[in-house]
């Protein structure tokens, strides 16, 4: 059997190289590296395959976030509400811009926040709330458009681990994570279900003005050249990476599908097992894209299994392993009365199984029948 990885980037790379090494190629042959057509076109692509009016590329999905939060001409102290439990970037980058988060805690279910915990933390200097659909699955967004539209906060969605999931609304009808807040962000990080070949990321949104403010943010503030309207970044997807997302573009729904079977096979491997919960299915099939496929494990065991995966070889992850609130670099931020019972008891239960588009029948065979033998 091949060695199984946590991701398998050169597996994915092998089948399409021919096609990433020509446009690789054509690239290099016209010199133009930054802002090329070629960028342009990825663009287009991207919106065309979301259905969304504008994507602004730029170098990484936290900074789509920081120039996200920038357009919303915001004030010093101003309030932004987002998850305790996710990657860094969100409330880094609301605290770089002098910002005040105010965090909120999960559904243990989809290790999503809570949208009714967030009428609770609204004030009046509440101004946006960020939802991250983490590991792939969208957020309750009907709920949180709901306070948003009630509260006059917009909402910037991090989709950067959600590329290509279907957010179903309670009418049935569906629409694309990432094209239902006022803005939405990605990263084409690598390991990301739609991944370059180094650092990338896009904003998104179907607004006319916010997107004619945030392309000029990503460049300097400039809306026309070297006249400075605003004080602005230097963000850019360059044309290597746009050429390499333009080839795996076309591949995203076939990669998400792999996926998605992925974490049927597992599912169905894990169904006797009562110490472990496998991933919650909020609405659809179509909601969830297993950036990570993530167990719960419910008997007090996860760091006994840890060891166990270790001694066998078999890679894991553990996200997260601690909430924002317990942090060294944000923990000052918070008020000590304020309590994450969820975040405390999910960061000790979760741990995240190889997941990628190159997962055979055999590896999941081998990872699962290993699991199972734990409990056994
Ligand atoms: C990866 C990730 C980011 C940051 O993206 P970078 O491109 O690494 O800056 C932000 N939010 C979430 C939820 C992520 O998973």
Not at 143 to 167: H, M, R
Not at 226 to 246: F, K, P
Request: charged share 20%; aromatic share 10%; hydrophobic share 35%.
């Amino acid at each position: 059997m091949k060695k199984i990885n946590m991701v398998d980037l050169n597996g994915q790379y092998r089948k399409i190289r021919w096609q990433v090494n020509r446009e690789i190629k054509k690239v290099i042959n016209t010199s133009s590296f930054v802002n090329g057509p070629i960028v342009k076109e990825f663009q287009n692509n991207l919106q065309e395959y979301l259905g969304v009016k504008h994507v602004i590329p730029c170098a990484n999905g936290t900074d789509a976030l920081q120039i996200a939060l920038m357009a919303l001409n915001l004030e010093r102290g101003d309030e932004v509400i987002t998850t305790n439990f996710s990657f860094a970037s969100t409330i880094e980058v609301i605290l770089l811009l002098g910002l005040k988060p105010v965090v909120i805690d999960i559904d243990p279910r989809t290790f999503n926040i809570n949208p009714d915990l967030i009428k609770h933390k609204i004030s009046n200097k509440t101004k946006a709330i960020i939802p991250v659909h983490l590991f792939g699955q969208s957020c309750r967004m009907e709920e949180i458009l709901e306070i948003a539209n009630k509260n006059n906060l917009q909402v910037i969605e991090d989709n950067a681990q959600a590329l290509g999931s279907k957010y179903k609304f309670s009418n049935s009808q569906k629409q694309m994570s990432g094209t239902i807040g006022d803005i939405a962000t990605t990263s084409f990080y690598p390991t990301k279900n739609l991944g370059c070949y180094g650092d990338g990321g896009a904003i998104l949104t179907n607004s006319d003005n916010l997107a004619y403010k945030m392309r000029g943010i990503v460049n300097h503030g400039m809306y026309e050249r070297y006249y400075h309207d605003e004080i602005g970044v230097n963000s850019r997807l360059d044309s290597i990476q746009a050429a390499i997302l333009n080839v795996k573009l076309k591949y995203l729904d076939k990669y998400n599908n792999r996926r998605q079977e992925a974490a049927l096979l597992y599912n169905s491997a894990f169904q006797n097992i009562q110490q472990i919960e496998v991933p919650f299915i909020e609405s659809d099939s179509d909601s969830h894209v297993y950036h990570q496929y993530t167990l719960k494990i419910k008997n007090g065991k996860r760091d006994k299994l840890v060891d166990h995966l270790s001694k066998k070889n078999i890679p894991f992850g553990i996200f997260y392993p601690l909430g924002f609130h317990e942090q060294k670099a944000y923990k000052q931020d918070f008020s000590s009365d304020i309590d994450f019972p969820v975040t405390n008891n999910v960061k000790n239960q979760v741990i995240s199984l190889p997941m990628h588009t190159e997962l055979t029948k055999k590896q999941i065979k081998f990872i699962s029948n290993t699991i199972i033998s734990f409990f056994e």
